[in-house]
């Protein structure tokens, strides 16, 4: 660490998480407001580095960056390499268009008959796999499932009514529905289902940074900045009550 600063890495993937603003420097996002947040709590200058997705263990390992807040799930398998403070929610959306009679989407039996798109071997598909598997046994009708290789195909087919839902990462769905206005939610899915799955801030194993660092969120989910900076983002629905180190994460494949 570099005395007086936390290096606070994250991935400009997309909006709300992390993305560039218009200046095609600057790094806007709830994941960065969170990090810059977090470095005051601790006194500490917040400086924010885009790293790749596949390049964050290597960049906190070697030390280029002290933290990464970077929508990085607790898995039992990274706790044996890394320290965590969890910060958000991992959800997946359920969303619909603005003029579905969809309505609500929460238990399994909801899905019946649909037609939902996923992509392909992702989480969402092993668990709504699950979910059919649920409601057939129970004698209702599964959903199917589709799958395009393209986001804008698989909105002109949900504007379209060829399909009824799509399910994706929760913040990327929220993101859209506010860009195109015409798409609502209709439920949350973890990711993690059937357990919870809670996304935190990723730092070198035994740095002895995981603590303070949920200290210091837990202060900022006391004082009401953790929650207005989530708002902001349109990911409120993402928001903990609470920071942990290392809880139990999702089990190893």
């Given at each position: 660490?570099?005395?007086?600063?936390?290096?606070?890495?994250?991935?400009?993937?997309?909006?709300?998480?992390?993305t560039?603003?218009?200046d095609?420097?600057?790094?806007?996002?709830?994941?960065?407001d969170?990090?810059?947040?977090?470095?005051?709590?601790?006194?500490?200058e917040?400086?924010i580095v885009?790293?790749?997705?596949?390049?964050?263990?290597?960049?906190?390992?070697?030390?280029?960056?002290?933290?990464?807040?970077?929508?990085?799930?607790?898995?039992?398998?990274?706790?044996?390499?890394?320290?965590?403070?969890?910060?958000r929610?991992?959800?997946?959306?359920?969303?619909?268009?603005?003029?579905?009679?969809?309505?609500?989407?929460?238990?399994?039996?909801?899905?019946a008959?649909?037609?939902?798109?996923?992509?392909?071997?992702?989480?969402?598909?092993?668990?709504?796999?699950r979910?059919?598997?649920?409601?057939t046994?129970a004698?209702?009708?599964?959903?199917?499932?589709?799958?395009?290789?393209?986001?804008?195909?698989?909105?002109?087919?949900?504007?379209?009514?060829?399909?009824?839902?799509?399910?994706?990462?929760?913040?990327?769905?929220?993101a859209?529905?506010?860009?195109?206005?015409?798409?609502?939610?209709?439920?949350?899915?973890?990711?993690?289902?059937?357990e919870?799955?809670?996304?935190?801030a990723?730092?070198?194993?035994?740095?002895?940074?995981?603590?303070?660092?949920?200290?210091?969120?837990n202060?900022?989910?006391?004082?009401?900045?953790?929650?207005?900076?989530?708002?902001?983002?349109?990911?409120?629905?993402?928001?903990?009550?609470?920071?942990?180190?290392?809880p139990?994460?999702?089990?190893?494949?």
């Amino acid at each position: 660490m570099t005395a007086g600063k936390l290096t606070i890495g994250t991935n400009p993937g997309g909006p709300p998480l992390s993305t560039y603003a218009s200046d095609t420097t600057t790094i806007v996002g709830a994941d960065p407001d969170i990090g810059a947040l977090i470095a005051q709590a601790l006194g500490l200058e917040p400086v924010i580095v885009p790293v790749a997705w596949a390049d964050w263990p290597l960049a906190l390992q070697s030390g280029k960056i002290d933290v990464v807040l970077s929508n990085v799930g607790v898995t039992e398998e990274r706790k044996k390499k890394f320290d965590f403070a969890t910060y958000r929610q991992g959800l997946h959306g359920f969303f619909v268009h603005r003029d579905s009679p969809v309505q609500k989407i929460a238990v399994p039996e909801d899905i019946a008959g649909l037609t939902i798109v996923v992509g392909i071997g992702t989480n969402q598909e092993r668990i709504l796999g699950r979910w059919n598997e649920i409601i057939t046994a129970a004698g209702h009708e599964p959903a199917e499932l589709v799958y395009y290789d393209d986001e804008g195909a698989k909105l002109l087919a949900l504007r379209a009514g060829r399909v009824d839902v799509m399910v994706q990462p929760h913040a990327q769905l929220v993101a859209i529905a506010k860009r195109d206005g015409d798409f609502r939610k209709v439920g949350t899915l973890s990711a993690g289902w059937p357990e919870r799955s809670d996304v935190a801030a990723t730092l070198r194993k035994d740095s002895g940074l995981a603590a303070p660092v949920a200290i210091a969120l837990n202060g900022l989910i006391a004082d009401g900045s953790y929650g207005r900076t989530l708002s902001r983002w349109l990911v409120g629905d993402e928001a903990l009550a609470t920071s942990e180190v290392n809880p139990p994460g999702l089990p190893e494949n």
